[in-house]
Structures are given as structure tokens and as C-alpha cells.
């Protein structure tokens, strides 16, 4: 069968708390990253994007900031919500590629 | 409507037997890929298509094999399944982005196809 996977890291959130998510990146010549939230049994679906040009990006509950300094990625996701559960991965995608490497993932709890 | 379509969404087969995996779009996309998800691990890139032009992963192991016969079909053959690549396989496609002067480079990703090897 399927081998053991690692645990992801898990963040619990309270219902109606905001929750942040971490990502640090590998390439310093990535300039395009996307956020997805994969649900169980479900391929990734995305949320927001940003280019290496911006630092921050809002969509409707959620902002991604990104740190090129640290290659570093967030995602704040406010009032977050019970169908908000899932994981969580980050994906860079190096200049002049058309490839994504996908970050390692964090599993969101959100508690009632 | 579907975009990404991936059949079956789960698949049995046996140890050393092969094994075809498809998948479609409808967005007409130049780009498409192949990613192997085991359980609790990110996506892990094993190939993709800009149009005709196949790019393997260094790391991709012979046994995996991709066809693409057109824009909106791609395939992955696995030749001899070992217990090891039992997991989610995700199909996945981009536009190109730079010949359309698009806002993104957004993939949009199908449903997976769960293979079971036994």
C-alpha cells in the first residue's frame, strides 16, 4: 500500500478567530506564487496569488504577504470559518519555468 | 462545468501489472502536468507538457511514462506498479502566460485519480 507520509504541521483555530499560515520557499528566482487549499479527497483548488513585484495581496477574507528578504510567504485568513478546514500548501514557481514546487503544507483546524 | 477532468477517480490494479491513468481539459491550455501525492505530502511534480514539448524530473523514476496526443488529452503510464506508488495522482494545467499577457500563471487542477496497488 501507500507508504506512511510525514505529519503536516497543524495550526487549531477558534471559530470566527483569524489564522495565519506559513511558508518559507526555496528559489530565489521565483517571482510567481499561489496559495491552494486541498480538502480531503479533493485535487488543490486556489485561493490567491502573488508576483515577486508586490508584497502583499488581498482577496475577499484573505491576504498573502510575501517576504523576499527571508523567502517567506503568509496566508491571514480572517474570521476564519468551519469550511475553512483543510491543508493548506504554498507553491513557487521559478522565473522562466513552468513549473510549481509545492511547499510541505499545513493542515488548519477550525475548532466550534 | 468541469475543466480538468480526470477519470477513473480511483484505480485498482496489481503489482507489476501496467496501468493507464487519463486525464482532459477544456480550457484549451498549453501547459499540462503530472504531479504524485502521497498521504500527509505535498504534490510532487513528476512531469509536464508545454504543448508537444515533454519535461521529465530529474528524479522520476523510468517507470513512469506521459503521452500527450493532443492539446486537451494527457495520459500517465505507470509500466510496472510497485506498493511504493500507491497514492493520489493529480493532473493539472496552465496557460501560458506570457504569450497571452496574462494576469497569471494560475493552475487549475482535476479531482485525482486514487491508484491502489495490490
Known amino acids: 500500500g501507500e507508504s506512511v507520509g510525514l505529519h503536516l504541521p497543524t495550526l487549531s483555530v477558534q471559530e470566527g478567530d483569524n489564522s495565519i499560515i506559513n511558508c518559507a520557499y526555496s528559489n530565489s528566482a521565483s517571482d510567481y506564487f499561489i496559495w491552494y487549499k486541498q480538502e480531503s479527497g479533493k485535487g488543490p483548488q486556489f485561493i490567491i496569488d502573488?508576483?515577486?513585484?508586490?508584497d502583499k495581496r488581498q482577496g475577499q477574507r484573505v491576504t498573502v504577504l510575501l517576504n523576499k528578504t527571508v523567502k517567506h510567504l503568509s496566508l491571514q485568513i480572517a474570521a476564519t470559518q468551519p469550511g475553512d478546514s483543510a491543508v493548506y500548501f504554498c507553491?513557487?514557481?521559478?522565473?522562466?519555468?513552468?513549473?510549481?514546487?509545492f511547499g510541505t503544507g499545513t493542515r488548519l483546524k477550525v475548532l466550534a | 462545468d468541469a475543466m480538468v477532468i480526470q477519470n477513473p477517480r480511483y484505480q485498482v490494479t496489481q503489482f507489476g501489472k501496467p496501468v493507464t491513468l487519463s486525464c482532459s481539459q477544456t480550457?484549451?491550455?498549453?501547459?499540462m502536468y503530472w504531479y504524485q501525492q502521497k498521504s500527509s505530502q505535498a504534490p510532487k511534480l513528476l512531469f509536464h507538457?508545454?504543448?508537444?514539448?515533454?519535461?521529465n524530473e530529474a528524479d522520476t523514476p523510468d517507470n513512469f511514462q506521459s503521452r500527450r496526443p493532443n492539446t486537451s488529452f494527457c495520459f500517465l503510464d505507470i509500466r510496472s506498479p510497485g506498493l511504493g506508488d500507491a497514492a493520489m495522482y493529480l493532473c493539472?494545467?496552465?496557460?501560458?502566460?506570457?504569450?497571452?499577457?496574462?494576469?497569471?500563471?494560475?493552475?487549475?487542477f482535476g479531482p485525482g485519480t486514487r491508484l491502489t496497488v495490490l
Open positions: 493539472a494545467t496552465s496557460r501560458d502566460a506570457l504569450f497571452f499577457l496574462a494576469a497569471n500563471d494560475e493552475q487549475f
Open positions: 507553491a513557487e514557481n521559478p522565473s522562466g519555468t513552468y513549473k510549481y514546487i
Open positions: 480550457l484549451n491550455h498549453n501547459v
Open positions: 502573488i508576483r515577486s513585484n508586490m
Open positions: 507538457y508545454y504543448d508537444k514539448d515533454f519535461n
